[in-house]
């Protein structure tokens, strides 16, 4: 399974080529907010960079304007380090189709976060909803801040098994009701379920001043309905129905133009809330979406 690639060293040397020069602010520009340090209201000054278009001048470094004719922006240490959750989705209908592995890769991309948070002494969980037979459903780590305890994270990520219906708004009602400061929650799924139920889940996460984060999970199969043809039995991961079909061009062609609209409003949605969206289409691109689809995400710049 792909997320047992969470913890070979190969991996964690190619994050770290990623981050490596890397300047991730907490407060950025445009409104949006990042992993890393903050530019001013900080407790100590801790750098300088180059003053680019939009940045505050109260910040500016007279100093060296004045001796050397340069513009330079003092950061700041942050006054306090931000919580990040990776809530990932532990439903069924992660597991199916099982060739897509779509809950190994959204793992592999959980853990790739908590990496990087924790490059930054940022402490971070992860955490994973279904209906666990009516148990809870928010399943959470401790929170981790170095790199020395990330294997930690080992035990929940091999743990995780597709079952159960996906319930992200009762997982998000949990994890409102502990009343954590706000901050980033990082919600990885395929959000195969009605519209109004993960848009009122995201909603509110918005709503209680998180910065939410979207990366959005789907399979090869299911973007681009290449089933072989021929009699099919389906049973729905999650309720259980089953249904004959018979899966043709027409049903491929089909399955290819629900996927892409159930990307297109997963996207449009994030994108008039103002939560940062990242496409994560097929386990075997686990690379390519790491390297293109996290700066996207402001995680790695």
């Not at 913890?7 to 991730?24: V, Y």
């Not at 903050?38 to 801790?46: A, C, K, L, M, S």
């Not at 990496?115 to 459903?137: C, I, K, Q, W």
């Not at 199969?221 to 309720?239: F, K, S």
């Amino acid at each position: 399974m792909l997320e047992k690639r969470a913890f070979e060293p190969e991996f964690m040397r190619r994050l770290d080529s990623l981050m490596m020069g890397a300047t991730r602010a907490r407060t950025q520009r445009a409104g949006r907010r990042t992993i890393g340090r903050v530019q001013g209201t900080g407790i100590e000054p801790e750098n300088f960079r180059e003053y680019t278009e939009g940045d505050d001048l109260r910040f500016l470094d007279w100093n060296a304007l004045a001796r050397l004719d340069n513009l330079t922006i003092r950061t700041f240490r942050a006054e306090r380090q931000i919580e990040t959750t990776v809530l990932i989705d532990g439903s069924a209908s992660m597991g199916v189709p099982v060739a897509d592995d779509k809950l190994g890769l959204a793992l592999l991309l959980g853990a790739g976060l908590a990496y990087v948070a924790m490059g930054e002494n940022d402490p971070v969980r992860l955490a994973a909803f279904s209906d666990y037979h009516g148990g809870r459903r928010l399943l959470s780590t401790r929170f981790h801040r170095r790199r020395e305890s990330y294997a930690e994270f080992r035990p929940f990520i091999g743990a995780l098994k597709g079952r159960g219906e996906t319930q992200l708004g009762a997982a998000v009602d949990e994890l409102l009701s502990e009343r954590r400061p706000s901050g980033i929650v990082v919600i990885i799924s395929d959000l195969l379920v009605n519209a109004s139920a993960y848009e009122s889940a995201l909603g509110r996460l918005v709503a209680a001043r998180h910065e939410v984060k979207v990366i959005h999970v789907l399979g090869e199969h299911e973007v681009t309905g290449a089933y072989p043809p021929g009699p099919y039995r389906i049973r729905d991961a999650e309720t259980g129905t089953i249904r004959e079909v018979v899966f043709g061009p027409v049903q491929a062609e089909a399955c290819r133009v629900r996927g892409q609209s159930h990307a297109d409003h997963v996207r449009a949605f994030c994108r008039r809330r103002g939560i940062a969206y990242a496409a994560a289409f097929g386990a075997n691109r686990a690379d390519e979406i790491i390297r293109h689809e996290f700066p996207r995400l402001g995680i790695i710049a």
